[in-house]
């Protein structure tokens, strides 16, 4: 009896120390649709490192070129080093080019396509911990959980996919907040109330169960 309630008081104590760390209960996203009732654009995509990039100079075409952004942020074209393109969007870094290039080219003509996608950190989905592919995902634009989720293959078998949470940024506090999810309920009994609209910049976090 006296191990028996020793257990028990040490479950107590493991439960209570667990539910303070939690910082109480988190809020819940609104529920969102599984299709768009109307699909709008995001906000102008950002060039990010490894993006692939082609880049096009009208009757120039040996200065077009196609590039991979490198890690440290730059690209290297014909005639140009080391020209930082990410933080800007494609229309940025097109008329640094422009400017660039007049040095040799009178009045050229740039253009930037993005043509295989990365983005910059403040730009992708992260889904960390119990799914089958943990994974980095370029946000598109009305991106839900459910799509996040179908794109790391889902939970795995020990996930605990109602007690995982989502951690946002918010750019007017300049704070992180952490909201619930219910991905369970969402993947495994189809409540459609447990999909919600993800945004650029979002973290899911799924956790194992105990058990």
Not at 93 to 100: H, N, R
Not at 159 to 188: C, F, H, M, W
Request: hydrophobic share 40%; net charge neutral; proline share 8%.
């Amino acid at each position: 009896m006296a191990v028996s309630f020793g257990v028990k008081a040490a479950a107590l104590a493991l439960t209570a120390q667990l539910s303070a760390c939690g910082g109480g209960p988190r809020p819940e996203l609104p529920a969102a649709g599984f299709v768009g009732a109307r699909q709008a654009p995001s906000e102008e995509y950002v060039i990010g490192p490894l993006d692939q990039l082609s880049i096009f100079v009208w009757r120039n075409p040996e200065i077009s070129t196609k590039v991979q952004v490198r890690p440290d942020g730059r690209i290297t074209t014909p005639l140009i080093n080391d020209m930082p393109a990410v933080g800007k969007t494609p229309a940025m870094l097109a008329d640094d080019l422009k400017l660039a290039l007049g040095e040799y080219i009178k009045d050229p003509i740039v253009s930037v396509i993005v043509e295989n996608f990365s983005g910059t950190f403040s730009q992708q989905i992260r889904v960390v911990g119990a799914s089958e592919k943990p994974a980095s995902l370029p946000y598109r634009a009305n991106m839900s959980i459910l799509d996040a989720m179908i794109a790391v293959g889902g939970l795995n078998e020990f996930a605990a996919g109602n007690r995982a949470r989502l951690v946002r940024y918010d750019p007017q506090t300049g704070k992180q907040r952490e909201y619930k999810l219910r991905l369970s309920d969402l993947i495994k009994g189809g409540d459609t109330s447990a999909n919600v609209r993800l945004e650029p910049g979002d973290v899911i976090i799924i956790p194992q169960s105990m058990f």
